[in-house]
């Protein structure tokens, strides 16, 4: 996955594969899920561990239909299927499994999505405003042209993280009523139009569309309430002793992971210690990568995409999955 508007020749490569690896620990015999197979990075380095089995997921039939030449190079033990992470354990059933060793979740946009001008998921490059990954469904120009101002601004503000998001929503409703967006580099222009370029520094600077195409992203495909529903099935499906990876890039997936893993761990902060006591619940995963793990600096210098990127790892417990609440996961999640 990468960070939207970046396009180097490192694109394809997976980010932090080798932590990823190490959190895992892929032994022969053993089934690991890739819940975002993408390119097929993450697939591949597990295929040659001989005797590992691999299934793979995507929503994105244009990456099921790419892995097809991994299929018939892995012996038998690569299966891919189309469908959302967050139905794993349907997929897995479907596979004749009701457990499994290990789960890789690479949150986010694709590197592939983001080359395709025609998917309208970059703003560098011109395509339709699309930004649906299982291309079907609400795309991202049904909600420029037709929502509120005032939800506009919520779902720039919440999702893309936005301080200029009055402005943007504003500039966006005034535009429309003349034109309906239909282009991605149209947007991006009135975007940068309406709040400008951020000034010159030595550091990287992101295009001032970046937020809102994050934004509009995350809300036409429910990414995070995606994410959070995921990390659920991850907790039912993983068998005691299994292992979770999850790679994130912006702050707003990573703060579900990480909420997830101090629910899960006994971590997670008490509201008061003054509230009533509630019953203990028995821990259901052991943090193996406290903190998360980000690149090192040999990494971000060969592959500018990891410099955002943070890993969050656990052990599955032998104690129950612990119960679903989609509030649990914070406003972000409840907006998608």
């Given at each position: 996955?990468?960070?939207?508007?970046?396009?180097?020749?490192?694109?394809?490569?997976?980010?932090?594969?080798?932590?990823?690896?190490?959190?895992?620990?892929?032994?022969?015999?053993?089934?690991?899920?890739?819940?975002?197979f993408g390119a097929g990075g993450y697939s591949r380095a597990l295929l040659k561990v001989p005797g590992v089995r691999v299934i793979a997921i995507d929503r994105d039939p244009a990456a099921i239909a790419g892995g097809q030449g991994l299929v018939g190079e892995s012996d038998g033990r690569l299966e891919l299927a189309e469908g959302r992470f967050s139905r794993m354990e349907v997929i897995a059933a479907r596979a004749g499994l009701d457990g499994v060793d290990g789960i890789v979740l690479d949150?986010?946009?694709?590197?592939?999505?983001?080359?395709?001008?025609?998917?309208?998921?970059?703003?560098?490059?011109?395509?339709?405003?699309?930004?649906?990954?299982?291309?079907?469904?609400?795309?991202?120009?049904?909600?420029?042209?037709?929502?509120?101002?005032?939800?506009?601004?919520?779902?720039?503000?919440?999702?893309?993280?936005?301080?200029?998001?009055?402005?943007?929503?504003?500039?966006?409703?005034?535009?429309?009523?003349?034109?309906?967006?239909?282009?991605?580099?149209?947007?991006?222009?009135?975007?940068?139009?309406?709040?400008?370029?951020?000034?010159?520094?030595?550091?990287?600077?992101?295009?001032?569309?970046?937020?809102?195409?994050?934004?509009?992203?995350?809300?036409?495909?429910?990414?995070?309430?995606?994410?959070?529903?995921?990390?659920?099935?991850?907790?039912?499906?993983l068998k005691p002793g299994g292992r979770l990876a999850v790679v994130t890039f912006h702050s707003l997936e990573d703060r579900i992971v990480k909420r997830f893993l101090q629910s899960r761990t006994g971590r997670a902060p008490r509201a008061s210690r003054h509230a009533p006591g509630t019953s203990e619940i028995e821990p259901s995963f052991e943090d193996i990568a406290r903190g998360g793990i980000v690149a090192d600096e040999a990494e971000t210098q060969a592959n500018p995409r990891a410099r955002s990127a943070r890993l969050r790892a656990g052990r599955r417990t032998e104690a129950l999955a612990h119960p679903f609440r989609l509030e649990d996961f914070g406003r972000e999640v409840s907006l998608c």
């Open positions: 996955m990468t960070r939207p508007g970046e396009d180097t020749p490192e694109r394809h490569v997976p980010v932090l594969l080798q932590p990823v690896l190490d959190a895992l620990q892929p032994q022969a015999g053993e089934v690991i899920v890739d819940g975002t949150v986010g946009v694709s590197s592939m999505q983001l080359d395709q001008a025609e998917r309208g998921f970059s703003f560098m490059r011109d395509g339709p405003l699309d930004m649906r990954m299982a291309q079907e469904g609400m795309s991202a120009a049904d909600v420029v042209n037709s929502f509120e101002e005032r939800d506009l601004r919520h779902i720039i503000a919440v999702l893309g993280e936005e301080k200029r998001a009055y402005s943007i929503a504003k500039a966006i409703v005034a535009r429309r009523a003349s034109s309906p967006f239909e282009r991605t580099l149209d947007l991006a222009g009135v975007i940068e139009a309406t709040i400008g370029r951020p000034p010159k520094s030595k550091g990287p600077s992101i295009h001032p569309a970046t937020r809102t195409f994050q934004a509009l992203r995350i809300f036409v495909n429910a990414e995070l309430k995606e994410l959070a529903e995921a990390l659920a099935a991850a907790e039912r499906l």
